[in-house]
């Protein structure tokens, strides 16, 4: 139903009908265009546009060109996730706009329609080359059952190798970032290739893994980030804390496509059953990534269903107040406890370019949207 041959006549439409179907199971992406080719933002310069099984290729030369900004921002992220985890982390970087692999999603199929009719950075309402240009709404289908912390943090701190019989996965569960080693040797520990040779001793080998899929919905996020808060002994109201913050007010969740990593892992690798006969741990477990090399597609994901709309002028879904998606860094404790982090940490970047870290065009974090102005 309602495909891109046969789209709902409006938003409207779709937003009564997926509305009705709505389960807890249920999470949502708008989208105002259908790309083919999609991929988490922080990746989508790096597509070569080749494809292979729905795996999307990504240039290894871009990393390497860097802009100042892109450093800066993966610097403050690497930090964002040493301090929080890797799931919290990059839940975060990803909600605040400062970089992540990482796709928004939300429980709300109203909150889904609403970024599906308007457009960034104003929200104000998107305009279509012609009436009847459509938009879509993916549709994601996960277990009923919320993964715990611990979860999360083994699901996003592990890789896989198919074995050779394919019915079983190798499974590393200690991952080293290269970005955080790289991250030490600029804050003047040793040089990388000391830090690997302490990570890995003995002989080495490079092996192509794949970190699995991940959903975290907004209660999720809650319940990791209050018992991730109490593991770092943060003071005060907690509820309150996350309460204040657009990840709660945006009923936001996050997906993690599936990706593959170029990564040095030891040479005398050996396999250990686990009580889960699909899988075996690597012994020893680490692996030290040295960078994505593909990602899959959103759009050949099985748990993934797409509903296309045909925009109409006038046709749109409404907020009270955009202030109520995006508070301010004065109302949302996070926002202003990650730029307090981001100011510290890339105060010369800021420095240099002479501006505040919330700038439209240089910052490093996401306000969320700008007032509409006569410029």
């Known amino acids: 139903m309602y495909s891109q041959n046969s789209p709902a006549v409006d938003i409207e439409e ?40 729905g795996w999307n290729e990504l240039d290894q030369k871009y990393w390497k060109k860097a802009s100042q900004r892109e450093q800066a921002k993966s610097d403050l992220s690497t930090i964002l996730l040493t301090v929080f985890g890797r799931a919290l982390g990059n839940i975060f970087c990803q909600q605040y706009g400062v970089t992540s692999d990482a796709y928004d999603i939300t429980s709300d199929p109203i909150i889904a329609a609403f970024f599906a009719t308007r457009k960034y950075p104003e929200y104000d309402q998107y305009n279509p080359n012609s009436d009847g240009e459509v938009g879509v709404i993916y549709r994601f289908k996960v277990k009923s059952t919320p993964p715990d912390l611990e979860t999360v943090e083994r699901t996003l701190n592990s890789f896989q190798m198919v074995m050779p019989d394919q019915n079983t996965r190798l499974c590393f569960r200690d991952i080293v970032p290269l970005t955080h080693l790289t991250l030490k ?52 109201n907690l509820e309150k804390y996350f309460d204040s913050g657009r990840t709660f007010h945006q009923r936001g969740g996050i997906y993690y496509p599936p990706m593959r990593h170029t990564t040095i892992i030891n040479s005398t690798i050996k396999a250990e059953a686990t009580s889960n006969k699909k899988y075996y741990d690597a012994v020893p477990p680490v692996a030290i990534s040295l960078g994505c090399t593909d990602v899959f597609e959103l759009n050949s994901n099985p748990y993934v269903d797409r509903f296309f709309f045909k925009h109409r002028v006038n046709k749109k879904v409404e907020v009270d107040n955009l202030n109520v998606l995006w508070p301010s860094r004065d109302g949302d404790a996070i926002f202003s406890d990650i730029c307090g982090v981001g100011e510290k940490l890339c105060a010369k970047y800021l420095s240099d370019y002479k501006i505040d870290i919330l700038d439209r065009n240089l910052g490093l974090i996401d306000r969320g949207f700008f007032e509409l102005t006569n410029n």
Do not use: C, W
């Open 14 to 53: 779709l937003v009564s009908f997926l509305t009705k179907e709505h389960t807890s199971s249920h999470f949502y992406r708008g989208q105002t265009k259908f790309y083919t080719l999609n991929s988490p933002s922080a990746l989508r310069r790096a597509l070569t546009n080749k494809s292979e099984d």
């Open 185 to 236: 040797r600029k804050m003047g520990d040793n040089k990388p290739e000391y830090l690997v040779n302490e990570k890995i001793p003995g002989k080495k080998s490079s092996a192509i893994l794949i970190r699995q899929a991940a959903y975290i919905g907004p209660s999720t996020i809650r319940r990791i980030f209050l018992e991730k808060a109490k593991q770092l002994n943060f003071e005060g």
